[in-house]
């Protein structure tokens, strides 16, 4: 099988960075993580949780996912998490 993904280039050298310190590939990342599609949204799934505690940002857990960045960032802050900020970016 075949898939072709539009993902933007820094979230892909994110991922690209975070599978090369896991020894895995980015496909294996996305793989592993992709969720049965939802009816209705509501919750963060467990996968999700799981990638925010890997320290993922909202972004990233989007991408592998299939979900969109603003749908992650509201389930999280529904679920009570706090936002996952990439290395070296602090808080403005």
């Known amino acids: 099988m075949k898939v072709q993904l539009d993902i933007d280039p820094k979230v892909w050298w994110g991922l690209a960075t975070r599978a090369?310190?896991?020894?895995?590939?980015?496909?294996?990342l996305i793989v592993q993580h992709l969720p049965a599609p939802p009816a209705k949204r509501g919750k963060v799934s467990e996968a999700e949780i799981e990638l925010h505690a890997q320290g993922?940002?909202?972004?990233?857990?989007?991408v592998v996912t299939g979900s969109s960045r603003d749908s992650m960032k509201s389930l999280r802050l529904k679920a009570g998490l706090k936002v996952n900020r990439p290395k070296g970016q602090e808080r403005r």
Do not use: N, Q
């Open 56 to 62: 993922l940002t909202d972004t990233e857990i989007a």
């Open 20 to 28: 090369d310190r896991e020894g895995v590939t980015v496909a294996d």
